[in-house]
């Protein structure tokens, strides 16, 4: 006997719209589709911003580093055991904490932590909203060598009726699409193994449920970008004393800076002005991704690249890589998209809508 509804959330980072369209993932299934403008700044901004609905600003996510003066030795002792250890990157060991800057240098709270509840307090996600309500749900993310494990109990649970909303993060083509996006014979074979069980999972809550929702979104894309831009020698090579003059944290297509006085600052905003294929944000850009924090703790002053390029060295990453994002969110290889198997009726145009989407979805659940 079939019973009440069901809705199945897969959350990919890495393959976003242009992706998806070129090759027509799960076409079949998913015949709503469009794309979505992302957020700028790391993987966890996105995810942080679809499950909250907010930008940046509000639940804090958007680089690996932010700026925080402490002469206080616990905090500077908990920085030199990150130097020492470094932090999970997700994909490629360890991002560590840049040296010169261990003591204005903070990292960004509980990266891979957004699926537990509270996490964004005292914002709400809808990780809280569903364990508030005790919404019956699977919520989970895919870890290496547990894919099969994961679409497998998600399905058996479905066939027991005891999930009526389910949130996976799916992960793992995004560092495919980092290290080898010209690898067309692996992410073919990858997209077409999702595909599989994504439509076993569809197949088996149409059977299950007599309202059945699959719906997939995709919080950025990558952009190949195989040239390199050294801003830090262009910087170094100032005459400014870093530490006193200034600090600066280089992400791979952002760099990050904050100044002691006018004079570093005039030097260097002049210095970056004149590097190619990347502009300094604007405070109107900074309104309007999100990212105007007080007291400027993720950058004063804002250098971000143009798509194609990346910054390297920098303070994120051991290696260059062939795919990045973080570019502007509009660019059309940073879209993410939304792909529903049912009509679209919530409107999404942003990343953060996807929040709003989940939130829909609940609401009967919620206010019954």
Known sequence: ????????????????????????????????????????????????????????????????????????????????????????????GKVKTPLRGLRHLCPE?????????????????????????????????????????????????????????????????????????????????????????????????CQAYNDFNLSLFSGHGITIAPDRIDVRRKIDCLNLDFGHDYHAAYDPTMARFWFENSRARSIIIDRLRRIRHSHILSEDEKDRYGINFQENIFGETILLLDPGHQIYPNDALRQPLLGMHGYAPDDKYSLGAYLASTEIRTPVKWVGNFFDVMADAVAPMVNG
């Open 1 to 92: 006997m079939r019973n009440d509804k069901a809705h199945v959330f897969i959350y990919f980072t890495g393959p976003g719209w242009e992706l998806f369209n070129q090759y027509n993932f799960m076409y079949e299934v998913c015949t709503e589709r469009q794309a979505v403008v992302s957020q700028l700044g790391g993987s966890d901004a996105a995810l942080s911003s679809a499950l909250t609905g907010k930008t940046p600003v509000s639940h804090g996510q958007f680089s690996s580093w932010y700026f925080k003066r402490s002469n206080n030795f616990k905090d500077i002792s908990r920085k030199l055991l990150l130097l020492l250890a470094g932090l999970p990157s997700g994909y490629f």
């Open 109 to 205: 709270r509980g990266v891979g932590s957004e699926l537990k509840p509270h996490h964004f307090h005292p914002l709400k996600s809808i990780i809280d909203i569903i364990h508030e309500n005790r919404i019956p749900h699977y919520i989970a993310k895919i870890h290496p060598g547990q894919f099969d494990q994961t679409f497998s109990s998600l399905r058996q649970r479905m066939k027991r009726r005891s999930v009526h909303f389910a949130f996976i993060q799916v992960d793992e083509l995004d560092p495919l699409l980092h290290l080898s996006p010209y690898d067309e014979r692996s992410i073919v074979q990858r997209l077409k193994m999702f595909e599989r069980e994504l439509k076993a999972v569809y197949r088996t809550g």
